[in-house]
């Protein structure tokens, strides 16, 4: 199984320790990881997952075997990118309905602070309520 969501190739054999560091945190954890956790659950034959990121053409994962990967078979379960027009796999992926949302609290914070912006008369440059200069 494939994704651009990874950078490295997680072999089935050291999937649970792997799967286990990345599974609580939302910066490491992504849907082919969960695909993977479902397959091998459910004793499907998965040799692991991969990245299908590609740098100057060469991919960045190695698969760890002999066989080049253009004569393997690996499942893209990411979603669909126009860049190399890959479609995700009818089974092996996310679909609409699998996707959760959440609400955000009413009380968000403001991301930038409110800034005042003076000018003094014949001042051309503008200062804000601090005194420093922008």
Same mark, same amino acid.
């Given at each position: ?20 560091? #990345? =599974? ?11 695909? *993977?956790?479902?397959?091998?659950? &459910?004793? %499907? ?7 299908? #990121? =590609? ?11 002999? *066989?080049?990967?253009?004569?393997? &078979?690996? %499942? ?59």
């Amino acid at each position: 199984m494939s994704s651009y969501d990874l950078w490295n190739t997680i072999p089935a054999s050291s999937f649970e320790e792997e799967y286990e560091v #990345r =599974r609580d945190n939302s910066d490491l954890d992504s849907s082919v990881l969960r695909l *993977t956790s479902v397959a091998l659950e &459910k004793e %499907i034959k998965i040799r692991g997952c991969t990245s299908e #990121r =590609r740098h100057y053409g060469i991919y960045v994962a190695a698969l760890g075997d002999e *066989t080049p990967r253009e004569q393997q &078979k690996i %499942i893209f379960c990411g979603d669909h990118t126009a860049f190399t027009n890959k479609s995700p796999h009818p089974i092996f992926s996310l679909k609409p309905h699998d996707k959760r949302y959440y609400r955000l609290p009413p009380e968000v914070p403001e991301v930038v602070p409110r800034v005042e912006i003076t000018q003094e008369e014949g001042d051309t440059s503008l200062s804000d309520m601090s005194g420093g200069s922008i």
